[in-house]
């Protein structure tokens, strides 16, 4: 059973990795004997982060800006100089933007999807050679999609983009499952709920307790449990598992 669920010596990139649930996501896998490569546009960040682990794991920075192709070719083009084949890519980067409804702009739609849609499948497409080199029947490559229970339910902010754009990362998590399965490549969605996160962080200032209340088991989430999930569907364990869409919102979703 340790083995089924063992991630000991993979590769994995993990983007908006220097923050929130990125970090959270990368630290685990650090720790679980991963090397891990973690990308964003700020490069003190990442490096503040990689100094927080004291050498307990293998993790490297890359500054890239997933909102163009441009960008996400730079990242694929970095990772291929640097390794022979990928066994995790996690599409974490994401932009999010509130604004009441007679004054949402265009320029939130074309930041927000540009990072959180075409990112995701741009990416993808890009490292999908590295993740076939390193699939197997008994153990595919995963893609890792990092959606929003934004995506699955109503929100009750003015974020009209973003729970827009979460919901397209579903269904493109379908789309790609089941045009990478043949290639034993699997991709799932998790869909968070409630984390402290750099998104979350103003909200859960001014209304930590109303969410805690809100959420069926009494508060947010921890690194623990985004990290678990994580590593739960890059192990064996979940070799059997594509396209599919996890929330890990504590009951959020699921009781609305």
């Known amino acids: 059973m340790t083995d089924l669920f063992s991630v000991q010596g993979k590769v994995a990139v993990v983007t908006g990795g220097g923050s929130g649930i990125g970090w959270m996501i990368a630290e685990g896998y650090a720790r679980a004997g991963v090397r891990v490569y973690i990308a964003s546009r700020k490069k003190e960040e990442l490096e503040a982060r990689i100094s927080e682990l004291d050498g307990a794991g293998d993790v490297s920075a890359i500054v890239a800006d997933l909102s163009t192709e441009a960008g996400c070719n730079a990242l694929g083009d970095e990772i291929e100089s640097r390794e022979g084949s990928l066994d995790i ?17 265009e320029s939130a739609w074309d930041r927000v999807l540009n990072v959180n849609v075409k990112g ?47 919901a397209a990362v579903h269904h493109l998590t379908k789309v790609l499952a089941k045009k990478l399965a043949r290639t034993k490549i699997t991709v799932n969605a998790v869909a968070p709920g409630p984390f402290q996160s750099r998104m ?21 989430g921890t690194p623990e449990d985004m990290s678990g999930i994580a590593i739960f569907l890059a192990s064996r364990a979940s070799a059997y598992l594509t396209a599919t869409v996890i929330p890990v919102d504590g009951g959020i979703s699921g009781t609305r």
């Open 200 to 220: 979350m962080r103003v909200t859960l200032e001014r209304a930590g307790d109303a969410i805690n209340d809100m959420v069926p088991l009494r508060r947010i």
């Open 120 to 166: 995701v499948f741009q990416l993808t497409r890009r490292l999908t050679p590295l993740l076939e080199k390193a699939a197997s029947q008994e153990d595919p490559s995963r893609v890792i999609n990092i959606g929003s229970i934004d995506g699955l339910t109503v929100p009750d902010l003015e974020t009209f983009s973003y729970s827009a754009s979460k």
């Open 89 to 105: 890519l996690v599409n974490n980067a994401g932009a999010n933007w509130g604004a009441p409804y007679d004054e949402f702009p």
